[in-house]
């Protein structure tokens, strides 16, 4: 299917800009996205009579299910409980709209979407060089965490750890022995991490080890006795460093010291309290175990538990702190399941394709089992679901790179169709 050139450009540069603006322009991936939506939205229409144009939605049905599954779940929760809060759709409806984003995408070729990895660079770089050039009277501490005006400290680290990783992860589409993309890639991880490590989120660090053993196995580092010496190396190396600073060391060891203190009877730490949240999820799923009190309703039924003293008043929150826990207390047993099949829509395909010998197929489905990987850890100790900035990003990673696999998968068929054709009879 051919679309107009200024289309393609357009779309190209949307998909640099989208991730490199996340966390320094509020808003700015919100903006790139919906211009891209209203451009899919718009093809759609126009080939609405296209055999075939639709045909994806079915071919990755799993993917289309994950899309719709909570949004779906939400829906029906509130027409079984009676109660209409249409800004609980916000954030999440950022996936449904992935689906006509990704129908446009799958049809530009694959070399095109390969801009999201320079945007994912640009953006770890620019938020690392701003943590370093504007640093507050005193530097960032414990106390003064990096973060921007629009989130807080923990999203923020784990976006730009994510991106940070990602820059590396998709030098596999292009050229990894190159230094001219080597390099930047390189420097673009360490921004990321750099500005994790100032955000201070521990939680998303659990992430780092997962990322590892993907990028070992997407590059084969593992496959020879050389590669993995010399890998492993490296990677105690570059822990050791990271573990003997100051910070990284004084955030693990708060970790134990808490658990000590509740131990103790002092469980007004910030992991006791996290685990009285989580406790206080539990108790509402068994007493909600279906559809759970209501989204958007969790605050409301914490400040009940509160008064008659099943809970402490300091973990009344908005939120679980985790987004299996806020599932299972707001939406019982049916929002567990749309949360895993959100989860399972979200990997299944990435799985599916990494053993392909194509670098682009290869590179996009392990960037894609990062991008699924690391919302379920850094979903472990905070809700990832919640920020827009944070779904928005996610929708269109997921929907960018299964367009990716499935455009390349098209564009090596077309080349394998030539060859035979072009053989003499």
């Known amino acids: 299917m051919i ?6 450009c357009l779309t190209t540069a949307l998909l640099f800009f989208a991730p490199a603006v996340n966390l320094m322009w509020r808003g700015g991936t919100g903006y790139c996205f919906f211009v ?59 996936f449904v709209l992935a689906l006509p984003v990704f129908l ?81 890639r390189l420097a673009a991880l360490v921004g990321g991490g750099y500005a994790s490590y100032l955000s201070g989120t521990r939680g998303g660090w659990l992430a780092v080890p997962v990322f590892v053993v993907l990028l070992g196995i997407q590059y084969r580092w593992f496959a020879q006795k050389k590669r993995l010496v010399i890998v492993t190396l490296a990677i105690v190396l570059a822990a ?51 559809y759970g009190i209501g989204k958007g309703h969790l605050v409301d039924e914490l400040g009940a538990m509160a008064k008659r003293g099943q809970v402490k008043a300091e973990i009344v929150n908005e939120r679980a702190h985790s987004d299996f826990f806020s599932t299972l207390a707001e939406m019982g047993a049916i929002g567990v399941i749309a949360l895993l099949l959100f989860y399972h829509g979200m990997a299944v395909y ?5 053993h392909m010998a194509d670098p682009v197929i290869r590179a996009a489905s ?19 679901l919640v920020p827009i900035m944070v779904t928005v990003l996610l929708a269109l990673l997921v929907a960018t790179l299964l367009a990716m696999i499935d455009a390349r998968k098209r564009e090596l068929a077309e080349v394998a169709r030539t060859t035979t054709g072009a053989r003499p009879g």
């Open 3 to 8: 679309f107009a050139p200024s289309l393609v």
């Open 36 to 94: 891209i939506v209203a451009l899919a939205l718009g093809a759609a229409v126009v080939n609405r009579r296209m055999p075939g144009y639709f045909s994806a939605l079915r071919t990755y049905r799993w993917f289309t299910v994950g899309m719709f599954a909570l949004v779906v779940a939400i829906g029906a929760q509130q027409l079984v409980l009676g109660y209409w809060l249409p800004r609980q759709f916000d954030a999440l409806s950022r």
């Open 104 to 184: 446009l995408l799958r049809q530009l070729p694959s070399r095109n979407l390969r801009m999201i990895g320079w945007g994912c660079a640009a953006g770890a770089l620019a938020v690392g060089l701003w943590a370093f050039l504007d640093q507050p009277p005193g530097g960032w501490t414990d106390a003064n965490r990096l973060n921007n005006s629009y989130t807080n400290a923990i999203p923020f680290g784990d976006t730009a750890l994510l991106l940070g990783f990602l820059s590396v992860f998709t030098l596999g589409w292009d050229n990894p022995r190159d230094w001219r993309m080597l390099l930047p």
């Open 240 to 290: 050791g460093a990271l573990l003997s600073t100051g910070r990284i060391h004084k955030r693990l060891a708060e970790v134990p010291n808490d658990v000590s203190m509740m131990h103790k009877g002092d469980d007004d730490t910030a992991t006791g309290l996290r685990l009285q949240l989580w406790n206080a999820s539990r108790m509402i799923f068994e007493r909600h175990p279906l």
């Open 350 to 354: 990435f799985w599916r394709h990494r």
């Open 366 to 384: 392990y960037t894609g089992l990062a991008v699924a990987t690391s919302t379920v850890i850094f979903g472990l100790t905070i809700d990832v």
